[in-house]
């Protein structure tokens, strides 16, 4: 069960810190304008319309696994072991209370309420 879990942080980890790297890597909306004059669009590694179609895709990829992973994850933190499914003070062994000797007996919570 450890393992799966470490194995479910190691990919959540991973996989926010590449879409965090992926979405700082596009280009807003207002990149197009700089394009057409001259923004080097036919240079890049992509083409001029296929980095935009691959970076989303990705990304959209990568937050598929990050909300999978983060929902794996809160299932498994829901889980309880079974054994240890009731109180913790359940576990503890009931001991008798004896008065010490020479001690007078309680009294009656009842009688002692003023204005009665």
Not at 1 to 28: E, F, P
Not at 37 to 50: D, E, I, P, T
């Amino acid at each position: 069960m450890n393992v799966l879990l470490t194995l479910l942080i190691i990919v959540q980890v991973l996989s926010a810190l590449v879409m965090i790297g992926l979405i700082l890597l596009q280009h807003g909306k207002g990149a197009d304008a700089g394009a057409a004059f001259g923004g080097g669009a036919s240079a890049s590694l992509f083409g001029a319309a296929g980095g935009a179609n691959f970076l989303s895709r990705s990304t959209a990829v990568l937050a598929t696994v990050f909300l999978a992973s983060t929902l794996a994850l809160a299932f498994l933190g829901y889980q309880r072991p079974q054994a240890s499914s009731g109180s913790v003070l359940e576990s503890v062994p009931a001991v008798p209370v004896t008065p010490a000797p020479g001690a007078a007996p309680a009294a009656d919570s009842a009688s002692q309420i003023p204005g009665q």
